[in-house]
């Protein structure tokens, strides 16, 4: 491939700039950009015509000036070099090794933008994985190559959940997990938080890091979950392993595309985001899952912060489109020093059906999911009631909800952080719980099911 | 010569060409060294826009474009069936050889099998005067179905000569015709462009229900073969099972299965369910009258768009032939925001939220291509859509569902709040709605019951009377209610949890036979007559609630499974006997 090199732009406009009288340049190409002291920042073309390009730069373009400014075009698109090395390894937001460690041995150069998998040649996902929590454990069931994301509020402790579920997931009767993980626009100390977290439990040899920080460039955060997933790929296709992705934070991630559409004065479709914002996060969502008689299998835990607590904001919403289901975290229970402070109502696991049951779990999980659910919403309905008409008003039977749905938050969902329950304990707990509540109610479960478990 | 178009500028999956050679509006072309796929979109005085169906990355100005002189086209013959095909007609096996595990770029592939020979008897003999869209012979293409084989509807004359009974491969000819133009040779392989509906004789009504064994749809909401229905709901709420409860259990000819821009697993899940699930009719592997479009979220979003027509083209093919095919687009939400995304890129003005303004005209022509037919064929068939909806922010009020309402005969709306309590499916019996009362209802009367309309009407005005109750006991409680509506709050709860709670995952219950529909609600209804005898004689509810029959009935839906329906019926004398006992202690 040969290098072109041009000095000169022609308008810069934010992330953007424009360079003119180019030739033979590829749509996607990566850029490296120059300023007058030679500094170098990696750009992407977004638009190539016969006479010039378009290039977003990921550091930014800041003190970059019209005529000292360099591009070189490298003749190819972004890349990250995948090889067993990577193992232990912290990387930037541009796969750039940042842990001052030598290289490693490169065995192979992969677009960071991945193909998709043939829809015929994908496994369905349902293996069940044991994650020692009874909101997701029992009743939004995590599945081996499933997507599962975490919709977060500010300051909700969505870190702690996924660590939780990073050093207590297990497969029954199946090996550990690597974890690939990839930080966009977070703190520093997060981030620290993680990489000892993980190194801690899984063996630092068993976790990839990307890092891109909140301080450092925002367009940088298009490509890190990118090279990641390009990583889990390789991890999980090619040397077969069973692959965690971490990627927290969603929502700065979308916010960086936002930025480069604003600035392409692209017609924006809600809230200024892209029209594309659907399909870019669909790139990203749909790297995941099991590949026919490939052995490795990639799950990912995708975090957001919903903005104002708002489902309905487009950064959740669309996720939750793509995404086989999600678990929300709650700011009353967080309130209530309910830990993990999941909202099991809005939560959903799309996978779970084909994951759990007799054989695979237990015979009663399905109908006692339902039921607790069942169960709870109309605690739900009761707690209406009686911050109207009050509590001692209530029927002895809506009083018995009540108890219920303390009793079901303090004990079912409140474990703590640091508890990890087998599957057998959740279930049987869900049971013991249910006691409060008369037979009569429950007609989710069969007659069969009562006798023998409750 | 072919050489002189080039690529002059690339826009993500829009490509701006140059050049001498003329090219056309739908025009399929092959862009670049690599030759992707694409399609002509616009024509402008200094340049062409193009539509590339296939990833552009590392595409380059100056490359060339090749013309083909033809618009996109799908391939219609036997082979069809139980097939996968990408959003512009690809076989995804073929591809699968080809590259991999992973869709790569460039392969053009033919869309079926062009060695593979099928038995064919022909239905036309020399001298016959046929014309366009007719019957000139059959291919038992699987066990459940008979290919009708159509004359290409632009042809019409005498046959000169036919083949015989034996075995032919899609290209060979299978029958000479003299035409105006001469004599021309016919196989069994034509092809259409996707974007122009095929022509029929005159629309009919639409009469038979397409019956889909999901009672919250057959009783309350039930669609004609030949209607058009909307299942519009935010994310997790069911719009995905649902079209897989109807592409399993209702009693079209033919299922259209269009996956437009949703998740590959759903495909998957499709792929490896179907050759195991048998229909309840003909008691068949179902993949056997079944055809797949996967253009899944993370695949070109040209194809996207593309993909909806590829379906609705196999569907009026299949209609033409005489057959009742119903077409699931899961979700022409995706389709619309790839409209959205092309027409950005294009920097068309836009309407609302960012879509073109001729999104409603799109939609209509889309939903146009649905309905009963009198085909060329003389035979009567029928396009049926069921379009899931993906609003954005589960708002009702957004675009695509406003659009969609306009052109849409039922709408089955699903609601987060029974999703998020587990009431599956998630179809608000409130906000849904059917236009197609008076069209089913025949039909109800002569295979269901003539009891229906009747007992609907009952549910329904309980549902509403439950629905204004509810409001009500929100403020003051349940209790303060007197016993006359507390029954309709425990009817309107049976009706709920044991009639229109129905599991796709409870094999028993996944598909209710008529009988099963007919029978669970005449035994609520039943129970619900009798208590208010006994509210009469001044029995209080709560006393009635508490038979164990109340809790029975809530269950017997889950353990009843197609065969055994007596068993529901048989409830209604127990409802006698534990009711009398019951009189007695008062
Ligand atoms: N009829 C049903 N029976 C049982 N479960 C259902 C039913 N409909 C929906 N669900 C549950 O809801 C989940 C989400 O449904 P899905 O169709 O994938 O939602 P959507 O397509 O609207 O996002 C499913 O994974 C399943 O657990
Ligand atoms: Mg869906």
Redesign the pocket.
Known sequence: MSVKEYTGVERINGPLLVVSGTKDIGFGEIVEVLDRNSEKRLGQVLIADMNFVLVQVFEGTKNLDSPATKVRFIGKSVQFAVGKGILGRIFDGLGRLRDNLPPYLAEDFLSVNGLPINPIKRQYPEDFIQTGISSIDGLNTLIRGQKLPIFSGAGLPSHRLAAQIATQSRLLGGEDFVVVFAAMGVKNDLAEFFVEKLSQTSGSSRSVFFLNLANEPAIERIITPRCALTAAEYLAYTLGMHVLVIMIDMTSYCEALRETAIAKEEVPSQKGYPGYLYSDLASLYERTGRIKGRSGSITQIAILTMPNDDISHPVPDLTG?ITE?QIVLDRRLYGLGINPPINVLPS?S????DGIGKDKTREDHVNLSSQLYAAYAKVHEIRALAAIIGEEDLSSLDRSYIEFGNRFEKEFIGQGFDVERKLEETLNLGWSILRILPRSELTRVTEEEIERYL | MEDSIRILRINGPIIWSYGDTPLKIGEQVFVGNLQLIAEVIGIEADHTIIQVYEDTIELKPGEPVYPTGLPLSIELAPGLISSIFDGIGRPLDYLATKEGDFLKRGTHSEGLDREKKWEFTPSVKKGDLISGGEIIGNVKETSLFNHRILLPPSISGRVVSVREHDEYTIEDEILQIETSKGTESVSMLQKWPVRTSRPFIKRLQNKKMLFTGQRVLDFLFPIPKGGVAAIP??????????QH?LAKWSDADIIIYVGCGERGNEMTQVLTEFPELVDPVTERPLMERTILIANTSNMPVTARESSIYTGITLAEYFRDQGYDVAVMA?STSRWAEALREISGRLEEMPAEQGYPAYLGSRLAEFYERAGSVLALSHREGSVSIIG?V?PAGSDFSEPVTQNTKRFIGAFWA?SKEL?SARH???ISWTDSYSEYIENVKPWWDQFGNDKWSSFRNRMMYLLTEDQRLQQIIKIIGADSLPDDQRLILETAKLIKQGFLQ????NPNDAYSSIEKQMSLAELILYYYDESRELLKKGIPVIRIWALPITTEILRIKDKTPKGEEHFISELKSRINKEFSELKTRY
Do not use: E, H, N
């Open positions: 489109y289901g959903l799309r996978l779970m059906k | 709901g935010g994310f997790g709420t069911g719009k995905t099972v649902t409860q899961d899931a993906s699903l999703a599956f499916p998630a129905q599991s796709a995952i």
